[in-house]
């Protein structure tokens, strides 16, 4: 009898502890901030003692990316390529970079990481827009097409040096997809995941 009534406590205490914990796993986090040049909007589901350690991972993730495909940092992998110095590429920009190409290919042109020149003369995005004369436009045509861009020992080549790339109709959506799959790594399943406008959500 003894035994039967301790057994009937701990399975007691075992159903309080599960229903504490669901109970816990439903409150919901916000975190936000800025990235890219751009902001992001991140809620997901987790025990709040988690929240920190889910949240530096994510800072992680961010800090990542910014640190290859942001044209917004001087010293990142993308602006250094721009700057035609001589640097390995890591596996994100590669990643980023074989995507593009598979997407250029798959619209005939229609999507091309080297418009970026051609992008900041019209001033798309800036204050100031202004018509570019038709003499600038064909100067930079020259060097826009990502067909003139290849990768070799993790090194980009390009066919001008004048060629300039630009992530940043990819990276953002490409980042979602990588804090997305770092919560389902550890095991996080309900979230919502935006940055600059491109959004992931999972679960409930």
């Known amino acids: 009898i003894q035994l039967k009534m301790k057994t009937k406590h701990l399975a007691y205490l075992l159903l309080v502890s599960i229903l504490v ?3 816990r796993e439903k409150e919901m986090i916000t975190y936000e901030g800025f990235t890219q040049g751009t902001t992001f909007s991140i809620k997901y589901f987790t025990i709040a003692d988690s929240a920190s350690i889910l949240n530096k991972g994510i800072d992680s993730v961010l800090s990542e990316i910014n640190k290859t495909a942001s044209t917004y940092d001087k010293n990142s992998i993308i602006s250094k390529v721009n700057s035609n110095l001589d640097i390995e590429l890591n596996y994100d920009f590669i990643k980023i970079f074989n995507k593009s190409i598979e997407i250029s290919d798959f619209t005939n042109g229609c999507f091309d990481i080297t ?5 900041r ?3 798309f995005g800036f204050k100031t827009q ?6 600038q ?3 930079l045509l020259k060097y826009v097409g990502y067909k003139n861009l290849s990768i070799k020992d993790n090194r980009l080549i390009k066919k001008y040096p004048e060629t300039n790339i630009d992530f940043n109709a990819i ?3 490409y980042t979602v997809d990588l804090v997305a799959e770092y919560f389902l790594r550890n095991r996080c399943t309900n979230f919502i995941v935006e940055i600059g406008g491109e959004v992931r959500a999972n679960g409930s």
Do not use: F, Y
């Not at 418009?115 to 992008?119: A, I, N, Q, R």
């Not at 202004?130 to 003499?135: F, I």
């Open 137 to 139: 436009v064909d100067s």
């Open 121 to 123: 003369r019209w001033g």
């Open 171 to 173: 990276a953002q959506g």
């Open 130 to 135: 202004k018509l570019p004369a038709k003499e």
């Open 115 to 119: 418009v970026g020149d051609l992008v």
């Open 21 to 23: 914990s669901c109970n």
